[in-house]
């Protein structure tokens, strides 16, 4: 009795400490963020972290939680530390992605008297503002007898945060009464999954666990649990899809800098913020089902199995391989397996359909369905189901079509069921792998065909694939063939932009009185190409009337053509090399043949946007694109020129062995045909003007203030935080977001502006208008409208936006100097 007289004294006095010395402990440093590791259970990769206060006191010295956690909000100045935490938390992950180290999202725990007592939404902004960190880096956790406390109250707050851009995560779901309901009538990110249930660990707490899991990806809410501490306890909740795990087994709660210490020690990774959704959609379509599922990851071509349930294992095989051994012999394998799944992955990526695919492991059918779910900077997620066929007890399943040609996709590229009495083709193998524009439920037969000829077929083989297409007499063609079907040899363009060559072959299907055949694409054998390629070309010299014995006159003319053609053309090497080059190219470069011999673009510095040349270059030598019309900028002696290009690849036999392109400048081809062309003003990422667009746009605005006396504003405005959003999402990304950005800005100005995208993420407006008024109304919404783009293709993002303007008529004022000077002003 004496015992516990003495420790209820010990925390009555800690708790008048408490009380009494909260602000100078705050002050002092003496309360320190600890965080705990949050682990993706998918990849075993640290995706986030708990931040939890302790107390070490000079005078009392360490205090946990339950110490001064109580006493706090007795005393109703628990928000004072709950505020701090915010602030520090905010700070440290600042400093982190400010000096270029790993940074991951911090979950804080906030009270019901935190929300009494003060905004803590205006204090997480200030803070978040302060230390300029992205929102999603900063998560909320409230507990669910906070709302029970006063729910209506919490049911604004919840939905303040959730609309300014924060998650809010659910603390302790399940140690209440109420949770169900809550769960109806509130949305949160994240369910925290109360550690009480893993203590025990037994079939009625796993079973409580594995609802509670189910349940909520039904509602569309993530999982995380926590308070885990075993193997065992790892094992069970991947296995039941429950997205993100926290406990002792990864980690007690540490200081930042022995945190991410502790991290690298246990040669654990970080997750970056790019790879957040792409993680957070496969995780939740991980998921506990009576059907066989696994998530499959494609990295650039490396493929891994990010989940797999134990029937999906046993379907496949018959019995329960470790995932590390499915992959290995499935989606790893050296045999020619592996090719074929790399087709079918191509096959998934391009048509965003359910695909199947049938093959053969350990004497198993196997009937594989798969279908993409996300992507991301060349990586893609697969949601997949698979069959044994071979232990199907279904007989009229075994005898169809598919069952009978299950072991076609190890022999044929593309298997497809035409009807030429119907004119319908029906891809069954590989669908229609080399027209990724066509629906994977059929088409138009001979649309396909002429379609196919015309984009696929070499030229030189043009006739011949009509002869071998002719439907009219492919009963009889078949018929006299002793070998019960047709077939011939075409050169078809890849992927890669170079011709194979590969045999067509067409066969009756049984049964359909020869209505039905099948037609198949297969690869030849290895020195087929080599032999014929030697004896062919690819286009028939005679079409063109080139005969091989005027040889000499060919190249006369050849040469006549580069001295005094008045077009400005090239070819180059399969580097993007120059090998030659026109007169009139070189003229008007003011070059000679030296100049450029050996060099590409870069080394020339010549383009303004090196990048879309580079790109449609590497286009045209990797995959064989035909570039037409392409519009760009060159530097000429210091005057930049509008150009339009167009290239093609040149081909050596079936291999492409460089390019050969041209140009014009539109300026003298619009002063020669009397300017019937127009330039293009539209930047093709905004759909806004270009910055000639724009410049033309400022000359007639200007023009029309010195001869009518009209006022316009210069407005330009700049998410400061573009360079962020490209480090952490790439390139592409950015494209999708300024298109945004731009539309947005459209929404907003509607007919009344004129709108470019200058640079990045800048964009200049031009409004007649001389209302300051009007200007700076403008300029707020089109702040608020941009900086309410929280979230793209699932990626959170937190961007701001600076303005500045100037009105023509102000003194200071030319048409030569606005643009500095608003920039100026916006940098200030």
């Known amino acids: 009795m004496p015992l516990a007289s003495d420790n209820s004294q010990e925390r009555k006095k800690i708790a008048k400490y408490v009380v009494a010395n909260i602000e100078k402990a705050l002050e002092n440093d003496w309360v320190k963020v600890y965080y705990q590791p949050v682990v993706r259970a998918l990849t075993g990769q640290l995706c986030g972290a708990e931040s939890l206060a302790r107390w070490i006191d000079p005078e009392m010295g360490f205090l946990s939680p339950d110490k001064f956690i109580g006493a706090l909000e007795e005393s109703r100045q628990i928000h004072k530390l709950d505020c701090w935490i915010v602030k520090k938390v905010c700070s440290d992950i600042s400093e982190r992605i400010h000096n270029g180290l790993d940074a991951i999202p911090v979950s804080i725990n906030f009270s019901r008297l935190d929300l009494e007592a003060t905004d803590m939404l205006k204090v997480l902004e200030d803070a978040v503002d302060e230390y300029d960190i992205p929102r999603d880096y900063i998560h909320v956790e409230i507990t669910e007898s906070m709302i029970v406390s006063d729910a209506e109250m919490m049911s604004g707050m919840i939905e303040r945060f959730r609309s300014t851009g924060y998650e809010v995560w659910m603390d302790d779901f399940g140690s209440g009464y109420s949770s169900l309901t809550v769960l109806k009538d509130y949305h949160f990110d994240t369910l925290k999954l109360d550690m009480s249930f893993l203590r025990s660990f037994d079939d009625k707490s796993k079973a409580i666990i594995t609802s509670t899991v189910i349940m909520a990806k039904e509602i569309d809410v993530m999982t995380l649990a926590e308070g885990v501490e075993t193997k065992e306890q790892v094992e069970f909740l991947k296995n039941i899809g429950c997205g993100r795990l926290q406990g002792y087994y ?116 196997l009937c594989l369905k798969g279908k993409e779910i996300a992507e991301n900077a060349g990586s893609h997620i697969y949601i997949s189901s698979i069959r044994n066929i071979s232990s199907d007890a279904n007989i009229e399943k075994r005898n169809s079509l598919d069952f009978r040609l299950k072991e076609i996709n190890h022999m044929f590229d593309t298997v497809a069921q035409i009807n030429p009495s119907n004119n319908t083709i029906i891809p069954l193998v590989g669908k229609f792998r080399y027209m990724r524009d066509v629906s994977s439920d059929g088409m138009d037969l001979n649309t396909y065909t002429q379609k ?71 690869p030849t054998p290895d020195d087929t190409g080599i032999i014929l390629q030697k004896i062919q070309q690819l286009y028939n010299p005679e079409d063109y009337g080139l005969e091989a014995s005027d040889s000499q006159m060919y190249a006369s ?173 790439g390139e592409d990304f950015i494209k999708k977001l300024l298109h945004r950005m731009g539309q947005e800005i459209l929404n907003v100005t509607k007919d009344k502006c004129a709108v470019a995208r200058m640079i990045q993420s800048e964009f200049a407006l031009l409004l007649y208008t001389d209302n300051q008024s009007e200007v700076d109304e403008l300029c707020l919404q089109l702040k608020e409208a941009i900086e309410s783009i929280r979230e793209l293709d699932g990626n959170k993002m937190t961007l701001k936006v600076s303005t500045s303007y100037m009105f023509r008529s102000d003194e200071s004022a030319t048409d030569e100097n606005m643009y500095p000077m608003v920039l100026d002003r916006l940098q200030q």
Request: aromatic fraction near 14%; charged fraction near 30%; hydrophobic fraction near 35%.
């Open 250 to 365: 990864y980690g007690k709660p540490m200081p930042i800098d022995d945190f991410f210490d502790h991290i690298k020690n246990c040669g654990i990774d970080i997750e970056k913020r790019q790879w957040r959704h792409f993680y957070d959609v496969a995780s939740f379509s991980a998921r506990r089902t009576d059907e066989p599922l696994a998530i499959i990851e494609n990295n650039n071509g490396v493929f891994r199995t990010l989940f797999m349930n134990e029937i999906y294992k046993t379907q496949a095989f018959g019995r329960s391989y470790d995932q590390e051994m499915i992959d290995q012999k499935v989606l790893n394998s050296n045999s020619p397996l592996n090719t074929q799944l790399k087709k079918f992955a191509d096959t998934i990526e391009h048509s965003r359909n359910l695909e199947t695919f049938y093959f053969t492991v350990d004497g198993n059918i």
């Open 452 to 522: 196919f000829k015309e984009e696929y077929i070499a030229l030189a083989d043009a006739k011949k694939f009509d002869v071998f297409c002719d439907w009219s007499t492919l009963n009889s063609r078949i018929e006299n063939n002793s070998k019960g079907y047709v077939e011939c040899m075409f050169r078809i363009k890849q992927s890669d932009g170079n011709y194979e060559w590969k045999g067509l072959s067409l066969m009756q299907i049984p049964g359909t009185e020869g209505k039905e055949f099948l037609m198949c694409t297969k």
């Open 557 to 729: 003319m050849w040469e006549r053509t580069v001295a005094s053609s008045h077009l400005k053309f090239f070819w180059k090497d399969k580097n993007r090399r120059f090998l030659g080059a026109s007169k009139a190219f070189l003229d008007f470069y003011g070059f000679t043949i030296d100049d450029i011999l050996g060099k590409d673009d870069e080394d020339m510095g010549w383009h303004t946007d090196g990048k879309t040349y580079r790109d449609d270059e590497l286009d045209v030598l990797s995959k064989g694109t035909v570039v037409s019309g392409v519009p760009g900028y060159c530097i000429v002696k210091g005057v930049v020129h509008n150009i339009i290009c167009f290239k093609t690849p040149i081909y050596d036999g079936n291999k492409i062995t460089g390019l050969m392109g041209y140009f014009f400048d539109v300026d003298e081809e619009m002063a020669r045909i009397n300017k019937l062309y127009n330039v293009k003003r539209t930047d093709t990422v905004t759909g806004c003007m270009n910055k000639k667009g724009f410049l033309d746009a400022l000359i007639d605005y200007s023009q029309n203030y010195h001869n009518l006396g009209r006022d316009f504003a210069l407005i330009i405005l700049r998410d400061t935080k573009h360079a962020r959003v490209v480090a952490d999402y």
